[in-house]
């Protein structure tokens, strides 16, 4: 069955120090792919996302994600967090380029001093 | 300007009653949808129109009709409301040549 894995609900990160989210997804074939973050009370903004080409993708706020088609894999990164960066955040996929998203469980990032 | 609005934000409601919650887009997108977020967090497609015509129509109860009076609208309308509607739910819209989507800020519907 097509799924979308994020393994860790839960990530506390000290501010200044990386951040690295983890996605898996299973389907036939290469998905476009996407990172949302959802501040609390809002919407999903669009951190970045892949559909073909270099499989290191830049994004906004820093974060930047690495396609790794062998792992089908589509990891979340960010050198130095900042508080601001406390959120949730999801990986999507739309197998079929319909815009039909399917999201994974989500992973809630705190950020400590 | 807001890109995505969505109305009311909040809707607090007894079960068995009818409501409505209203989307519109600024981005001239032609394809719209709903998603549903659950108390897990869990977001799930529902709806999605292109140019108001139905085009994605998920496994959801008929007691949620979605109606798009032109492409930059689309309504969703529950009847005979139930506890598990509780959720927050999400208009979107999608521009073709990103396959960006869009998403509003959501409306939390309570169901008591």
């Known amino acids: 069955a097509q799924s979308v894995t994020q393994p860790d609900i839960h990530i506390t990160v000290s501010e200044g120090a990386s951040l690295e989210l983890r996605c898996n997804y299973s389907?036939?074939?290469?998905?476009?792919l996407f990172w949302y973050v959802q501040s609390p009370g809002q919407g999903l903004q669009l951190l970045l996302k892949y559909f073909s080409g270099d499989t290191l993708v830049q994004g906004i706020k820093g974060f930047e994600a690495e396609f790794k088609r062998s792992q089908s894999s589509f990891n979340l990164r960010k050198p130095s967090v900042h508080w601001s960066d406390a959120a949730e955040y999801f990986c999507a996929v739309d197998s079929d380029s319909w815009g039909k998203l399917q999201f994974g469980a989500g992973t809630q990032v705190v950020v400590t001093p | 300007d807001t890109a995505v609005s969505q109305t009311p934000k909040y809707l607090v409601t007894q079960m068995g009653n009818d409501k409505s919650i209203k989307c519109e887009q600024n981005?001239?997108?032609?394809?719209m949808y709903w998603y549903k977020q659950d108390s897990k967090k869990f977001l799930k497609i529902m709806f999605s129109y292109n140019n108001k015509e139905l085009i994605i129509n998920e496994t959801v109860p008929n007691r949620f009709s979605p109606k798009s009076p032109d492409k930059a609208h689309l309504n969703l309308h529950i009847n005979s409301l139930e506890l598990g509607d509780s959720a927050v739910y999400f208009c979107?819209?999608?521009?073709?040549?990103?396959?960006?989507?869009?998403f509003g800020e959501g409306s939390r519907l309570t169901v008591l």
């Open positions: 981005l001239g997108h032609d394809t």
């Open positions: 389907y036939g074939a290469t998905p476009y």
């Open positions: 979107a819209s999608r521009d073709i040549d990103t396959g960006e989507l869009f």
